[in-house]
């Protein structure tokens, strides 16, 4: 069966540091990847989605980047925090048409 | 520009009682939607999805009905168990730029609290 990891599961981090959120999923093979997005009082938002290694598009303009140097290996990024990027993040996989299969997410506040 | 919306944020019921949760679209291109359900701390899990080629889907203690013309769907939950307190979103894919992927709109949630 598929899974999900994503590490850590809490972070705070200082305004202006630099951030390496990791997602790794397994039980599938060349699966396309999501990374979402749900800041206090908001729903989920859509951030980034990837179809393959090294293919990577942005749904939103943001101070987040994305990569995907593995095909099981999804990763989101900042050089530099705002107080806005604080937020729950969410990694996900296609699981049949249309449903998305969410790990268990990595709350970021940034202080 | 919100095209899922669910405009209660939370939802108090009695145990064993129905819960009712709504969600509108705007967009009359969604043919798919689905419902989440979270818990605290954790990711959203998949509960049960309507085509828009029907208005009626039922798995279990779970119902979703669709009605196209009005734009609206809802979640029905009978009866409601003190278990099914989380926040259920409401989501619909998004296709625009090519359907290859299940890039999927959500609402802002509701927050259901069965009391015992």
């Known amino acids: 069966s598929q899974t999900i990891h994503q590490w850590p599961a809490t972070l705070v981090q200082p305004v202006g540091s630099p951030l390496s959120l990791e997602c790794t999923v397994e039980g599938t093979s060349n699966p396309n990847l999501y990374w979402y997005r749900q800041a206090a009082g908001r729903g989920l938002q859509l951030l980034f989605y990837?179809?393959?290694?090294?293919?990577i598009s942005s749904e939103v303009p943001q101070n987040l980047s994305a990569s995907r140097p593995q095909d099981r290996q999804f990763i989101l990024s900042s050089k530099k925090l705002l107080l806005s990027d604080s937020g729950f993040y969410l990694c996900?996989?296609?699981?049949?048409?249309?449903?998305?299969?969410f790990g268990q997410g990595t709350r970021l506040t940034v202080v | 520009d919100q095209q899922v919306k669910q405009n209660s944020p939370s939802l108090s019921v009695q145990e064993g009682r129905i819960s009712i949760l709504n969600c509108d679209y705007t967009?009359?291109?969604?043919?798919?939607f689905l419902w989440y359900k979270k818990y605290p701390a954790e990711g959203p899990t998949f509960l049960i999805s309507?085509?828009?080629?029907?208005d009626k889907n039922e798995d279990g203690r779970f119902t979703v009905f669709l009605n196209k013309s009005a734009k609206h769907l809802s979640l029905h939950i009978v009866p409601s168990q003190p278990g099914d307190s989380a926040v259920y979103f409401c989501?619909?894919?998004?296709?625009?730029?090519?359907?290859?992927?299940?890039?999927?709109?959500f609402g802002t949630g509701t927050l259901l609290a069965v009391q015992p």
């Open positions: 989501a619909a894919p998004h296709k625009a730029g090519g359907g290859a992927t299940n890039k999927l709109i």
């Open positions: 309507i085509s828009s080629i029907k």
């Open positions: 996900a996989l296609d699981r049949g048409w249309p449903e998305a299969f």
């Open positions: 990837s179809v393959g290694i090294g293919q």
């Open positions: 967009n009359s291109m969604f043919d798919y």
